[in-house]
C-alpha cells in the first residue's frame, strides 16, 4: 500500500511538472501580462462641474450638434441617416445615445465630447496635423464654460439612459456597429430579421456586405464576428482588451470603448449567452457526476476489499 | 455434421455451440494475474474505457458534424455546443478524453520500460503497443483537423508541408516526390477535400484499425501474462493449482474475473473522478482557445503548436536545419519500435535493479519532459538551446542503450 | 464469504446501472431530439387579409404543402371552415390521402382533383369521388384576427378535434 502510493506520488509529480511546463508557464512567456485599469481610465482628465441635465438636452440638440449624427431614441429623436448610408459618409455608423449615459463612464464620456480621438485612443489613426479628422467633431464650446457646458451634455445622456439595460442591448449598443454576432443573429445592421421571401433574404445580405465593404475600409480590415470570442480569449484578455484595445494590439483601429464595469459585465454576459450557453448547464450538473464517480469509486474499493480478502 | 445431442440448460447449449463456458476460463475466471503487482498494471482498462467514451461520444457528434469547410465550425460549436440536448456534454468529454488518452498511454507505456515488459516473450506485446501509439497519434490529428479552427487549418498546414522536406539530392534523387504535399491534401492548400479526407479516416479507417490492434494487443499478451513488479518468472501452472485447491493465499496468482477486475475497476474510479473534473469545470488545456477563431488561410496565428502529446516529437523536429530536423523526426517515431531489440539484457526487472538502466530510464523520462515543454515554448533564445541538448540526448539514449543494457550489471 | 463479495460487486453494478446508466441513457435521447430550430420552424404564420376568393394559396409548414381557400358568398358553408376576419377559408394539409399525391384546384368546378388516382375532393376538403378514404386533413392552427398560426392548436381547432373532424 505504502509502495503503491510512493508510486502514485511519483507518476502525480511528473505529471503536474508536465502539465505546468505546458500550460500556465509556456502561456505566461508565449503571451505578456497585461495589467488593467479596472476601468478607471486614468489617463483621461477629470470633469469636476456638476451637470444640468435640461440644459445638457438643450446643448445636445442645438449648439453641441450631437442630433446632427445621433439618434436618440429614447427622445423620439430619429437618426438623421440610415446605417448603410451612415457607413457610406463617416465610415461608421453614429450609435443611438439611448443608453450611452448608462453603459458608458462619465468621465469617459466628458472627453470623448471634447476631443474624440483622444478619448477613443485612436490619435494614431487620425492625427490633425496630418489633416486626418476622426468622424466625429470634438465640441469647442457654446460660448460659456465649455467643462459646465460638457458636464451639462453628459448629466442629460445620463438622464435618459433606462436603469435595466439587457445584456443584448449593451451588446448592440457598444459593440454591433463593427461585431456582427451570428451565434445571437446579429449582424452590422442589427438583429438579422427572417425574411419569408427569399429574394429579401438576399436583399438584406447585400446590404450587410455592402455595409461591411465599407466598414472595412475604414477599420482597415473587417472586425470580427465576436460569436464565440469568450471562448476563444480569457477572460482577462477580453477585459483588459476592451478597456483599452491598444494594451494587446497595438496599432489596432479598434477605438476604445469606454465601457463601465458594469457595462463590460453586460457584453460579458451576451457574449457569454452566445459563446458558452452552456455554462449553466455544465455547472448545474457537473456536482451531480462527481459525486456519482465519487460513489462508484467507493463502492469499487469496497469490492475490491472484499475479493482480495483471501489472497 | 458434428454430433449434438439435446442440451440440458442455456448454459450446455451455448457450450455446445459457442464453448462459451471455455472461453470465459480462459479469457476471465482462470486467466491467471500475478499478485505481486500495481495500480500502473490498471492502465490497459483505463486507456480500453476511454478509448469506449471517445468512441461513444464521437457518434454522438457525428450525428450533427458536417464536414464542409463552410459548414464545420458552426457545426460543432453551434449546434454541438448549443442546439443538440448535451450536445455540449459530448464534446467536452470528447476533447478531454482525445487528451488524457495521451497522458496514460505515456504512463503506461513507461511502465513498460520501467519493468522490462517489452523483452523475453513479450515482444508482440510492445511492438503492438507501440502500433496502437502511431495510429492513435494519426487519430488525434486526424480528429484535430475536423472543428476547422485556426489550429486545425494551420497544423495541417505545417504538418504536410513537412513531405516537402524530400529533396532531391536524398538518396539518389528518389526521394524527390513534387507535388507530394499537394496530393496528400488533395489541393493545394488545406481545403474542402483535405478535411473530408481527415473526416473518412478518422471515423472509419483509423477506429477500425485501433480496434483491430486492440485485439492483437490482447492476444499478444495471453500467452507470456502480465509482467510482476520483480520481473519473476512464475510457473502459472503450478500457482494456478494452488488457487484452483483453494490455497488462494499461498498461491502466487489471482484470477483475472473477479479479483484483478476489482482492483481495475477501483483505479478506474479513481481516475473517472479527475476525468469528469476535467470535463465540467477545467477543459481549456484540452480545448485550445486558439481553435475557437473560424480557420483564416490568410492569417496565421501568433503561435502555432501541436498538441501537447506530440510537443517531444515536435522539439526533436524543431531544432535541426529542414532535412537533418525530418531525419532527427522520423528517427524519433521508429526509436521506441526497436526497444526490444536494442537491450541487450536478458534481465526483466524494475530499471531500479538494472544499475545503468536506472540512470537510462530516468534521464529518458525527464528528457521527454524537457522535450515536450520545449516544443510549447517559442523557439527563441535560451529555450532553442535547451530543446537543441534535449533533442540530441534523446538520439544519444538510444543510440547508446545497447551498450548501458550490455553493461548494466557491471555498475 | 463469496456472498459479501457477490453483493459488493452486484451493489456496484447496480449502482452503476441506475445512477449512471439510465442518466447516461437519458442524455444520449435528449441528443437524438428534434433540435430547438426545428421544433421552432414548426409554426408558420400565415396572413389572411390579402387573399383573393377562389383562389387557392399554398404555403409551407413543417415541410408540408398547406391549401388555403378563400370562399366566396355562394360557395356552401362547412363545419370544416376556419373563420377568420369575418371571412370562411378551407385550410388543409394538401396531400391527397389516399397515397399522398398534392391534388390541384379547379376554380371552375370548385374542387379539386388528384392526378395520381383521380380522386376529387370538394372546395370543403371531403373526399367525394375516387380512392381517397378520408376528407383533406386540417393541421393544428390558430387564429389571430386576420392571420392564423399553422403548428398552434387553437380553441377553433380544439373543437374541431373534439367532433372529430379535425
Redesign the interface.
Known amino acids: 500500500m505504502k509502495k503503491e502510493l510512493q508510486i502514485l506520488a511519483v507518476v502525480v509529480i511528473f505529471t503536474a511538472i508536465l502539465y505546468i511546463g505546458v500550460e500556465p508557464f509556456a502561456h505566461s512567456q508565449m503571451h505578456k501580462h497585461v495589467d488593467g485599469d479596472n476601468f478607471s481610465y486614468s489617463d483621461l482628465k477629470e470633469n469636476t462641474k456638476q451637470g444640468n441635465a435640461e440644459n445638457g438636452k438643450a446643448l445636445v440638440m442645438g449648439a453641441g450638434a450631437c442630433t446632427g449624427c445621433h439618434g436618440i431614441e429614447a427622445i423620439g429623436h430619429k437618426a438623421p441617416m440610415d446605417a448603410a448610408t451612415a457607413v457610406g459618409a463617416y465610415g461608421v455608423n453614429p450609435p443611438d445615445l439611448s443608453t450611452a449615459g448608462a453603459l458608458y463612464d462619465a468621465k469617459f464620456l466628458a472627453n470623448l465630447i471634447e476631443n474624440p480621438a483622444h478619448a477613443l485612443k485612436v490619435e494614431h489613426k487620425f492625427d490633425p496635423a496630418k489633416g486626418k479628422m476622426h468622424p466625429m467633431t470634438g465640441f469647442y464650446g457654446a460660448g460659456g464654460d465649455k467643462a459646465q457646458e460638457i458636464a451639462d451634455m453628459v448629466a442629460f445622456l445620463k438622464s435618459i439612459a433606462p436603469s435595466e439595460i439587457t445584456p443584448k442591448q449593451a451588446y448592440l449598443d457598444a459593440c454591433g456597429r463593427c461585431h456582427a454576432n451570428r451565434y445571437g443573429k446579429i449582424d452590422q445592421l442589427g438583429e438579422t430579421p427572417k425574411f419569408k421571401k427569399e429574394t429579401d433574404t438576399l436583399k438584406h445580405k447585400v446590404a450587410v456586405l455592402e455595409y461591411q465593404d465599407k466598414l472595412k475600409a475604414y477599420m482597415g480590415k473587417l472586425p470580427p464576428d465576436l460569436s464565440i470570442i469568450i471562448r476563444a480569449r480569457s477572460e482577462h484578455f477580453l477585459e483588459t482588451f476592451v478597456e483599452n484595445p491598444q494594451s494587446h494590439l497595438e496599432g489596432t483601429s479598434m477605438p476604445r470603448v469606454g465601457l463601465t464595469h458594469d457595462g463590460f459585465e453586460k457584453v460579458k454576459a451576451y457574449l457569454t449567452e452566445t459563446g458558452d450557453p452552456s455554462k449553466k448547464h455544465r455547472e448545474a450538473i457537473g456536482p451531480w457526476v462527481l459525486l456519482f464517480t465519487l460513489v462508484f469509486t467507493v463502492l469499487a474499493y469496497l469490492w475490491k476489499k472484499q475479493e482480495w480478502r483471501d489472497h | 455434421m458434428a454430433h449434438f445431442e439435446k442440451a440440458n440448460s442455456i448454459q450446455e447449449w451455448l457450450d455446445q455451440r459457442l464453448a462459451v463456458t471455455t472461453v470465459k476460463k480462459v479469457m476471465a475466471l482462470e486467466y491467471w494475474i500475478p499478485?505481486n503487482i500495481?495500480?500502473?498494471w490498471a492502465m490497459g482498462m483505463v486507456l480500453a474505457v476511454t478509448f469506449a467514451l471517445l468512441t461513444i461520444s464521437g457518434i454522438?457528434l457525428l450525428?450533427y458534424y458536417k464536414p464542409d469547410t463552410g459548414l464545420a465550425f458552426?457545426s460543432v460549436?453551434?449546434?454541438i455546443?448549443?442546439?443538440?440536448?448535451?450536445?455540449?456534454?459530448?464534446r467536452?468529454i470528447h476533447g478531454v478524453a482525445a487528451s488524457l488518452v495521451f497522458?496514460v498511454i505515456y504512463?503506461h507505456m513507461f511502465t513498460g520500460i520501467y519493468y522490462g515488459s517489452y523483452k523475453k516473450g513479450r515482444e508482440m506485446i510492445w511492438l503492438s503497443g507501440m502500433l496502437l501509439f502511431v495510429v492513435f497519434s494519426a487519430e488525434a490529428f486526424s480528429g484535430y483537423m475536423l472543428p476547422w479552427g485556426q489550429m486545425s487549418y494551420w497544423a495541417g498546414m505545417v504538418i504536410t508541408n513537412l513531405f516537402e522536406g524530400f529533396s532531391p539530392d536524398i538518396a539518389g534523387g528518389i526521394m524527390n516526390a513534387p507535388g507530394l504535399v499537394e496530393w496528400i491534401r488533395g489541393d493545394y492548400v488545406p481545403g474542402d477535400a483535405f478535411l473530408t479526407r481527415f473526416f473518412m479516416l478518422h471515423v472509419l479507417l483509423l477506429p477500425l484499425v485501433i480496434i483491430g490492434l486492440i485485439g492483437l494487443h490482447f492476444a499478444a499478451l495471453r500467452i507470456p501474462h502480465v509482467n510482476n513488479q520483480d520481473g519473476e518468472e512464475i510457473d502459472y501452472d503450478e500457482a494456478a493449482k494452488l488457487y484452483k485447491e483453494g490455497k488462494?493465499?499461498e498461491s502466487k496468482v489471482?484470477p483475472f474475473q473477479?479479483?484483478f477486475l476489482?482492483?481495475d475497476?477501483?483505479v478506474?474510479?479513481?481516475y473517472?473522478?479527475l476525468?469528469?473534473?476535467l470535463?465540467?469545470?477545467h477543459f481549456n488545456?484540452a480545448?485550445d482557445?486558439?481553435n475557437?477563431?473560424p480557420a483564416d488561410g490568410l492569417k496565421t496565428p501568433?503561435?502555432i503548436y501541436p498538441e501537447?502529446y506530440f510537443?517531444w516529437s515536435y522539439e526533436i523536429l524543431r531544432p535541426f536545419p529542414k532535412d537533418p530536423g525530418l531525419i532527427a523526426f522520423g528517427f524519433a517515431q521508429v526509436a521506441f519500435f526497436l526497444l526490444p531489440f536494442l537491450d541487450k539484457s536478458d534481465t526483466v526487472a524494475p530499471a531500479n535493479r538494472r544499475g545503468l538502466f536506472k540512470y537510462w530510464f530516468w534521464i529518458m523520462?525527464v528528457d521527454m519532459?524537457v522535450l515536450?515543454?520545449m516544443g510549447?515554448?517559442?523557439p527563441t533564445g535560451i529555450?532553442n538551446h535547451i530543446g537543441l541538448v534535449a533533442a540530441v540526448v534523446f538520439i544519444a539514449l538510444f543510440v547508446a542503450l545497447p551498450w548501458v543494457t550490455k553493461n548494466e550489471n557491471k555498475a | 464469504m463469496s456472498n459479501r463479495r457477490d453483493f459488493m460487486g452486484l451493489a456496484l453494478g447496480g449502482f452503476t446501472a441506475l445512477a449512471g446508466g439510465l442518466p447516461a441513457l437519458y442524455a444520449m435521447k435528449r441528443s437524438w431530439d428534434p433540435l430547438p430550430s426545428v421544433k421552432a420552424a414548426g409554426f408558420t404564420e400565415v396572413d389572411l387579409s390579402a387573399i383573393p376568393e377562389n383562389e387557392l394559396v399554398t404555403e409551407k409548414w413543417r415541410g408540408k404543402p398547406i391549401f388555403i381557400l378563400k370562399k366566396s358568398a355562394d360557395m356552401p358553408q362547412d363545419e370544416r371552415d376556419v373563420v377568420a376576419g369575418g371571412a370562411r377559408y378551407h385550410v388543409s394539409i394538401g396531400l391527397c390521402t389516399h397515397l399522398g399525391c398534392i391534388p390541384a384546384y379547379f376554380p371552375g368546378e370548385t374542387k379539386f382533383k388528384c392526378a395520381c388516382h383521380g380522386g376529387e375532393f370538394d372546395a370543403s376538403g371531403k373526399n367525394t369521388f375516387g380512392p381517397p378514404p378520408k376528407p383533406l386533413v386540417i393541421p393544428p392552427f390558430k387564429v389571430n384576427g386576420n392571420t392564423i398560426v399553422l403548428g398552434e392548436a387553437g380553441p377553433e381547432y380544439l373543437e374541431m378535434q373534439k367532433s372529430g373532424i379535425a
Open positions: 499478485k500495481n495500480f500502473l454522438f450525428m458552426d460549436n453551434y449546434t455546443m448549443s442546439e443538440v440536448g448535451f450536445g455540449w456534454l459530448w467536452h497522458l504512463i488462494t493465499k489471482i473477479p479479483v476489482s482492483k475497476v477501483f478506474l474510479g479513481v473517472l473522478i476525468f469528469f473534473y470535463v465540467f469545470y488545456f480545448m482557445p486558439v475557437f477563431d501568433a503561435h501537447w510537443l523520462l519532459i515536450t515543454v510549447k515554448l517559442p529555450w
